[in-house]
Nanobody, 122 residues
Framework: VQLVESGGGLVQAGGSLRLSCAVS????????MAWYRQAPGAQRELVAA????????KYADSVQGRFRISRDNAKNTMYLQMNSLKPEDTAVYYC????????????????WGQGTQVTVSS
């Protein structure tokens, strides 16, 4: 499986970005997927997750109400719409598979993509 994240960039606080995650393979539509991020010196953290059909989502408290996760199974692509960005959102953003709710265990594909850098200036 190949994971390719894109859409990051430099944006001012209060701005918006839309990240994309393209996934190779035929099992995409049945897998719950998630966005993670890792800031310098910090551990990777879960940002948002969505079930295979897109009907159930989960958000970290820090992004609730500002970020929206979605997916297009016909395109094997997942998205993260990020609004009202804050400097503390600065990180490398990654996508990967995740276990189904309610536990959303970080099962993953066993490897990670290169990630996409998001930098929010104050």
């Amino acid at each position: 499986v190949q994971l390719v994240e894109s859409g990051g960039g430099l944006v001012q606080a209060g701005g918006s970005l839309r990240l994309s995650c393209a996934v190779s393979g035929s099992t995409f539509s049945i897998l719950a997927m998630a966005w993670y991020r890792q800031a310098p010196g910090a551990q990777r953290e879960l940002v948002a997750a969505v079930t295979g059909g897109g009907g159930i989502t989960k958000y970290a408290d820090s992004v609730q109400g500002r970020f929206r996760i979605s997916r297009d199974n016909a395109k094997n692509t997942m998205y993260l719409q990020m609004n009202s960005l804050k400097p503390e959102d600065t990180a490398v953003y990654y996508c990967n598979a995740i276990g189904s709710p309610p536990n959303w265990l970080p099962v993953g594909f066993g490897s990670w993509g290169q990630g996409t850098q998001v930098t929010v200036s104050s």
